[in-house]
């Protein structure tokens, strides 16, 4: 295996493997640029299929992190941790305390959070070895009602521009994909501002108590896309917007919380040539990592009144990346890394 020609290594600062005989920790710490400040990112453990599909996704984890932090204008880098190992069977406390020390040994270049397959405890956990973690129990709380807030004000900014409505969201068609912490709350959120809701989730449960409480229309997991709606939200799944889904799409904005939602570039192109308006979703979701900047970990009191001010900033960089789109014609997501290159890419 190599780093350097890896497709998903781009110039990341730092890369390194770490291994524990005793636990049998394998991990990889990527860091992709830290002038912002230092790389915070999740850390996730996954049966990786092998050790460089793990190394792939550090690298473009932690790449993605940087560009989400600077776009929501934090003083934070892009890094990454994975951990190769199934989190249901293998993960133990020594391992996560040793997960820990390798995260201690860069000596704060990299910040540990939650991803997949970690739980508030496993941060405790790595916390009692290193100081270098976030997300522990006595630090911050669920960050999923402020990701929501933040699509809430995404897909606000998306309907003033696309559709020309200054007026709030009342009536307005939005099919939400997955209902989940981000999702349920989110349709909360946009009932009570008015909007029809279509809903789909393979949880049934979900599904149904979004219709009774939200008056949802529930739609079939396999074609809540192609809903005759104003806006497609993702917020289950990654890559959703592929060859096979892109030209089946009728709504004329998609804003969704989901990570990745594009299978590759070209389908925001695509969706562009469509006439389909596309919140870049790490602009959209980074209420998360919000959340996280304004806790006791990096100084801040968790006070809600400067967390939703900030939040509120997606509103306002969406639409100045959807501005900046129409009249450069190029595509949103083309223009949302512009931007955040122009912010993180410092001459020295
Ligand atoms: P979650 O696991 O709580 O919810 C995901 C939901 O999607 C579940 O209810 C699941 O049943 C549903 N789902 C799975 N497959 C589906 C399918 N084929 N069709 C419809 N629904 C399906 O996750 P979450 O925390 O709500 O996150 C949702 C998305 O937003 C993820 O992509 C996540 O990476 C992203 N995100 C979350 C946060 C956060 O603060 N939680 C922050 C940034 C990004």
Redesign the pocket.
């Known amino acids: 295996m190599t780093v350097f020609s890896v497709p998903d290594f781009d110039g990341h600062e730092h890369v390194s493997f770490g291994h524990d005989p005793e636990t049998g920790l394998r991990a990889v710490i990527a860091i992709h640029n830290t002038n912002l400040g230092p790389a915070v990112g999740g850390c996730r453990m996954w049966s990786y299929a092998d050790d460089e599909d793990a190394l792939r996704d550090a690298l473009r984890l932690s790449r993605g992190m940087t560009y989400k932090s600077a776009l929501a204008g934090l003083p934070f880098g892009g890094g990454k941790s994975v951990i190769i190992g199934d989190a249901k069977t293998e993960k133990t406390p020594a391992l996560m305390q040793a997960m820990g020390r390798f995260v201690e040994s860069l000596g704060g270049r990299y910040i540990a959070a939650e991803d997949i397959g970690m739980k508030v405890s496993d941060m405790d956990e790595m916390a009692k070895v290193t100081k270098h973690v976030t997300g522990t129990s006595t630090t911050s709380g669920n960050?999923?009602p402020?990701?929501a807030y933040g699509v809430l004000r995404g897909i606000e900014a998306a309907v003033e521009h696309k559709l020309q409505r200054n007026d709030g969201l009342a009536d307005i068609r939005i099919a939400i994909?997955?209902?989940?912490?981000?999702?349920f709350d989110l349709a909360r959120r946009l009932h009570e501002k008015g909007a029809q809701l279509h809903v789909?989730?393979?949880?049934t449960e979900?599904v149904a108590k979004a219709a009774d409480m939200f008056g949802a229309t529930p739609v079939d997991?396999s074609k809540?896309h192609t809903a005759d709606v104003d806006v497609f939200s993702p917020?289950?799944?990654?890559a959703v917007i592929n060859d096979d889904t892109v030209g089946k799409i009728q709504a004329r904005i998609v804003a969704g919380?989901?990570?990745n939602q594009l299978a590759d570039d070209a389908h925001g192109a695509a969706l562009a040539a469509r006439g389909i308006l596309y919140a870049p979703d790490y602009v959209i979701?980074?209420?998360?990592i919000i959340e996280i900047a304004h806790g006791v970990d990096f100084g801040g009191n968790h006070d809600d009144v400067e967390i939703y001010a900030h939040l509120d900033q997606i509103h306002d960089t969406l639409a100045e990346i959807f501005q900046r789109a129409d009249a450069e014609s190029a595509t949103t997501n083309v223009i949302a890394d512009n931007m955040a290159e122009e912010r993180f890419r410092i001459v020295a």
């Open positions: 960050p999923s402020f990701t994909q997955g209902l989940g912490a981000v999702g789909a989730d393979i949880n979900a997991t809540i917020c289950a799944l990654g919380s989901a990570n979701n980074a209420g998360g």
